[in-house]
T-cell receptor, first 108, second 113 residues
Framework: QKEVEQNSGPLSVPEGAIASLNCTYS??????FFWYRQYSGKSPELIMS????GDKEDGRFTAQLNKASQYVSLLIRDSQPSDSATYLC????????FGQGTRLTINP | DVKVTQSSRYLVKRTGEKVFLECVQD?????MFWYRQDPGLGLRLIYF???????EKGDIPEGYSVSREKKERFSLILESASTNQTSMYLC????????????FGSGTRLTVV
């Protein structure tokens, strides 16, 4: 069974701080790595994709991938209350396996 | 933007009923997927399709079937609804085998009573 594990939450971070979300995966053949944000009662929304080792930055978000360690992370800089949501890590090739999600709360 | 539309936001059905959940995408995506999402269990893949009339089982296909007669439409069928199929059902699509990520529909909250 291919697995994706995320750090257990909930995670609480003060406004303006850096939020760090982590994910490990079991399938070494995985080629595509994604972070989705899901607000309560809504469907997941793609916020970051990464395909090769290293860092990828997009605004306040940075995704990091280390295939040797089978590890993906998401950093959110200057956290805002609107970042409060559940963050899902997804890993795979054509079809994705999702982690259970980490609930993040940004405290004003 | 790609739009994935699920026909119903909320559904209430009785045990034993045959239930159809419809999903339509408007950007000529090859791949379509059905997941269910439950608290503590996350998103689990039920069925997926790489092309018209093509389907493959996911991790939890029991009690479900699918139909893809046209490229833009992927239907999930609950042959005989049971209470343990009460869940949030999410449809998603992606462009092709180069996985650039899924676009999800807004979800259908199904309650079986």
């Amino acid at each position: 069974q291919k697995e994706v594990e995320q750090n257990s939450g909930p995670l609480s971070v003060p406004e303006g701080a850096i939020a760090s979300l982590n994910c490990t995966y079991s399938d070494r053949g995985s080629q595509s790595f994604f972070w989705y944000r899901q607000y309560s009662g809504k469907s997941p929304e793609l916020i970051m994709s990464i395909y090769s080792n290293g860092d990828k930055e997009d605004g306040r978000f940075t995704a990091q991938l280390n295939k040797a360690s089978q590890y993906v992370s998401l950093l959110i800089r200057d956290s805002q209350p609107s970042d409060s949501a559940t963050y899902l890590c997804a890993v795979g090739r054509v079809k994705l396996v999702f982690g259970q999600g980490t609930r993040l709360t940004i405290n004003p | 933007d790609v739009k994935v539309t699920q026909s119903s936001r909320y559904l209430v059905k009785r045990t034993g009923e045959k239930v159809f959940l419809e999903c339509v995408q408007d950007m000529d995506h090859e791949n379509m997927f059905w997941y269910r999402q439950d608290p503590g269990l996350g998103l689990r893949l039920i069925y997926f399709s790489y092309d018209v009339k093509m389907k493959e089982k996911g991790d939890i296909p029991e009690g479900y079937s699918v139909s893809r007669e046209k490229k833009e439409r992927f239907s999930l069928i609950l042959e005989s609804a049971s209470t343990n199929q009460t869940s949030m059902y999410l449809c998603a699509s992606s462009l092709d085998r180069r996985n650039y990520g899924y676009t999800f529909g807004s979800g259908t909250r199904l309650t079986v009573v």
